[in-house]
């Protein structure tokens, strides 16, 4: 009897035990939480990358300034690098230059080796948490920083070359620019070569210094929604497109004698962003296929060009082709431009909006920009800042209410929609940078207008975070006022009327709605 009550206990248990092995194995499988290793040192980041497993961050804990031997991410490995402020350094070997005994010279042995290598079917971010530089460096003559053949994300820290003849970033995969600065300074150099698929979201490519360089060399696919694409340099270009390129936003930029912004012989479509020249270079020059539909090209420096039209097809059917500086021209043609709708113009001293024709001799059709004075009436509203109420200049134009930008910027500094505010002389640009608190320039809040202004269509380009904004706006007095309505939408607070107490409420607690 005693044998079989044991028995039956036993059985009870073994089925206890079935139960909940069979409730475990029908259990949903969660993954597991994202492990984080140390590492400094090539041979210790590399053993951290070959350990790493799915969702892994690998923290760099110390600088180096002796790299001797890349840093590979092999296929299948799906890493995330945080530079947290420290600097990667390829090894300086110093020599002396026989024609020019005794100054010493820079060699290194990481000559044509990347620092980072992402192989095909792998996967690496690279991000810096840390407060300080999170820079990778190669110093070597015909030097990389990164090869991509896999899928590359740069989220943060710098990547450079100091060496002639070198290319910072050489991708064939997929790349996205997402917060990095990605720089070559010397001649010959390249700060990305894409044959692969790159976009710009944010952050920044450079050509710094060097003659006959560029910033992005593009034989691949390239897209450009937001950050900055800059040739600082004498004789180089910020982009030369032999491939396919879609601008939707951002600024591509030549702050240099004989630099241009973007030299096309692919095909490009424009939809927004800005192309500009700010040196006696030029903005864009067409050799390819160029259809634009939206954003600018702008020759805001003296003796500049926006746009030239040497040959290959152009057609601009809405946007903007301006110039704005001293003897500078918004469209030189040699051949291939047609106008279906946009607007070219030229407000500089002895600027011109178009010189030359098309081949086939139909000269495009210039718009001038209309009459645009209108009356601006001093706001009789109240108005009330998160819950304060605030005097300053305001106006209704057209029934809708204008603020002073920078009256706004200063009543809002400090609180969740804060913004400052950056005025670029050489590009008329107002650049508007949100989440920052406001830099005060002296005569923001000044005594409420009473007296009825004369009010003119402000020409000053607007952009938000490196984008385009095509914000209504007028200048009053050299000041310039916007619609409040835009920038709340824009900006994302509350914007409220109270007609029965005539109140004009902004709220940056809560979203904007219409």
């Known amino acids: 009897m005693e044998r079989k009550r044991i028995a039956s206990r036993k059985g009870r248990y073994l089925a206890i035990v079935l139960s909940v092995l069979l409730i475990l194995t029908l259990m949903p499988v969660t993954a597991s939480a994202a492990v984080t290793l140390y590492a400094s040192g090539t041979a210790p980041i590399q053993n951290a990358v070959n350990q790493a497993q799915a969702g892994t961050v690998i923290k760099i804990n110390a600088g180096m300034n002796n790299i001797k031997e890349t840093i590979v991410i092999p296929k299948g490995k799906d890493v995330t690098i945080d530079l947290s402020g420290y600097n990667l350094y390829t090894q300086q070997v110093f020599g002396v230059d026989p024609l020019s005994n005794p100054v010493k010279i820079n060699t290194a042995d990481m000559e044509k080796n990347p620092v980072f290598m992402v192989e095909k079917g792998a996967s690496l971010t690279i991000l810096s948490s840390g407060v300080g530089g999170g820079e990778v460096v190669n110093r070597s003559k015909n030097g990389l920083a990164v090869v991509n053949e896999g899928t590359l994300t740069l989220k943060g820290g710098s990547f450079s070359v100091t060496g002639n003849e070198s290319t910072c970033v050489r991708n064939s995969g997929i790349l996205l620019l997402d917060g990095a600065k990605i720089t070559a300074e010397t001649k010959g150099s390249v700060a990305v070569a894409n044959t692969g698929t790159m976009t710009v979201k944010s952050g920044s490519v450079t050509m710094e210094k060097g003659d006959a360089s560029y910033g992005i060399k593009n034989t691949g696919t390239l897209h450009v929604t937001g950050g ?60 390819g296929t160029y259809n634009m539909t939206g954003g600018d090209i702008a020759a805001t420096g003296s003796y500049s060009v926006g746009l030239k039209a040497e040959k290959g097809s152009f057609v601009l059917t809405k946007g903007t082709i301006r110039a704005t500086g001293t003897s500078s021209t918004a469209v030189l043609i040699t051949s291939g431009f047609e106008n279906k709708g946009g607007l070219i113009t030229a407000t500089g001293a002895t600027a011109q909006a178009v010189v030359g024709g098309d081949t086939a001799g139909s000269a495009p059709e210039t718009q001038a920009p209309a009459a645009n004075s209108v009356k601006a009436v001093p706001t009789p509203s109240a108005i009330i800042i998160n819950g304060q109420k605030v005097s300053f200049d305001s106006y209704n134009i057209k029934g809708n209410n204008y603020f002073k930008l920078r009256d706004l910027a200063y009543a809002l500094s400090g609180s969740a929609k804060q913004f400052d505010i950056v005025w670029d002389q050489a590009a008329q640009s107002i650049l508007m940078f949100s989440g920052q608190s406001y830099t005060a320039v002296g005569g923001e809040m000044a005594k409420k207008d009473t007296a009825q202004r004369t009010a003119k269509e402000s020409t000053a380009m607007v952009y938000l975070d490196n984008a385009r904004k095509d914000f209504k706006a007028y200048n009053i007095e050299g000041n310039n006022y916007f619609k409040l309505r835009d920038l709340g939408a824009a900006l994302d607070f509350g914007v409220f009327w109270d007609g029965a107490t005539n109140t004009i409420t902004i709220d940056t607690t809560v979203g904007y709605t219409e």
Do not use: D, P, R
């Open 228 to 287: 900055t694409i800059t040739a600082t340099s004498q004789n180089s270009l910020g982009v030369l497109n032999q491939g396919t390129m879609t601008i939707s936003g951002g600024f591509l930029y030549a702050k240099s004698s004989a630099a241009g912004a973007l030299t096309n012989e692919g095909t490009v479509s424009q939809t927004g962003g800005s192309i500009n020249s700010v040196g006696i270079g030029w903005g864009a020059v067409n050799k």
